[in-house]
């Protein structure tokens, strides 16, 4: 007999699963018959589990048990940072279990439950029915005993019969997910000599089934009762006794084919280039699908497949200036042209254009900023984002750097949570320096310096919408006169904050609040006098409170006008008040101090430009070719 199917958590991140998996030989037994839990050894009672090395005088105990209350035996016990495979002692005929000698600490408890083929594992997580994936920790003290951790393993089962063309098939593989979101089943099983199978020792849930043919069939791949985003699922309810569902049969029908080419930027085609196949089962549902690479013809193929949106995307990880762009010209699959692809279809795409690109890297100067999580931004001149890296330290000499991108202007930002900072100089898109990327070019001197001076111009408050509880921590501020000072009270100190002033609000600046919680600011000449609102917002314009202002009539002699402020607690040195005019956004001299240029073509068989590292591999690639 077999046992259940190993547990597969889903990696972390991730955006899409890779490509289905062939589906492993069995035979029906096999497939039909999962083991129930390893009986004890003859010869009498296995002791119960307990720790190789006493360390400490803490202990932990428990005792596992199936849905019935009944014992189960043989079933390994894993405390703290054991791996899959490691030695493991084992619960005991009553179902037992303890481990002694525990050092003071916090540990992880895994049960795996063990058979003839591949093992099944819960975490204690408080509940009787554990978790499939790591979580609460126990955390002991000095001699602390807790004898309640336990687990139950419930034998649930779900059934079904697979047929293609009215024929049952052998050897499909039949994937448990815990959810459409999932990256990789929760179980595995393969379908036996007559079509049928079993999934045995399912925890209480909900699952959806899919089914993938053996390779070579001629068949797609097919969810259990999907019609359009909607899919059949099988539910077990915890707190009962084992349950048994049957009946979720799954007939498969002949897949469909794509094809196309991939051509270069005149319409010759490419050969060997690796082109990504994604599909999408839902409308925030991604995944790669296959990979194919282009024949002499410039021609990829890929068949099996079901009814559902696809396209195609460049996908090659060796390091080049490809710009790795989907059909439609993308740079994310979410913005593609998608193929709807009917089932036992023959769909020929349109040309997939393999075209050359300049790479974008540089470093972040601020204090602690590896600790922000800072995303940078590569915007066009439309505002729109193209692209987004994530910015390590970690990273050779750069700490950030891009893909290929399409030949263009650009203006570079660091995302953090609360505001974007603009590279050289500006606070926005029509103030900030542009970069100009050309084709096989590398520009790596950008530095993005985290500073309130480059601030993005957050959004204005809607001021007249502000209400008594908006308030906030702002005391009274004085009456002024246009072009005198005020002050604002009440803040966090060495918080950077942005002040408006008025109803069609009027930027003054971003200012760091004072140790003492104050902020002062100049209100411009040009202020006509009578009722205003002060208001100050976070960098990402959450308002923080707002006050009201009184401007007297006459101004104040030798007012200058400005939004400026006075030091400590005035605004942040060279932080601009206004949005500017793209007429004065200063432009980069396009290539970096480095002035890299590659020959045309160079790497033109690879896509996915990884950061640093790749970058450095281009560096050197270009040193020798140049």
Known sequence: MAAPAAVQEPAAGAAAPAAEPEPAAADATTAQEPAAPSEPAAGGDRAPAAQAAAVGTASLSGRVTDSTGAPLAGVQVHVGDAAPGDPAPETATDGTWRAEGLAAGSYQVRFTLLGETQ?????????????????????????????????????????????????????????????????????????????????????PGTYTVRVVPPAGSGLASAWWQRSGNSYGSVSFMAGSPAQARSGVDVALVAGSTVTGRVVDATGTPVVGTQVGLWGRSGPFRFRLVDVATTDQAGTYVFGELEAESYTVGLAVPDPSFVVPEFLGGALDVRDARWTEVAADADVTLDDLVQREGGVVGGRIVGEDWANVGVWVDVVAEDGSVVTSVFAGEDRDDLDFATEALPPGAYRVRASVDGGSYWWAGGNSLATARVLDVRAGAIVDDVELVLDPAHLALPPAPAVDELTDADRGPLGPVAPTRPGGTVTLTGLTADLVVHVWLGSSPVSLGYHEVAADGTVQVTVPTATTPGAHRLVVTYAGGAVIGWADLTVLAEPLPGGSGTAGGTAGGGPVAGAATGTGAAAGAPRSGGLAATGLELAAGAGLAAVGIAAGAVLVALRRRGRTDA
């Open 119 to 203: 093992p099944y594992a819960l975490y204690w997580d408080g509940t009787p029915y554990g978790s499939w994936t790591a979580s609460s920790p126990i955390t002991l003290a000095d001699g602390e005993e807790r004898t309640d951790v336990g687990v139950t393993f419930v034998d649930n089962t779900v059934s079904g019969t697979v047929t293609g063309g009215g024929a049952r098939v052998e050897g499909a593989l039949v994937e448990l997910y815990r959810s459409l979101v999932d990256d990789e089943p929760v179980q595995t099983v393969v379908t036996a000599q007559d079509g049928t199978w079993t999934a045995r020792w399912l925890r």
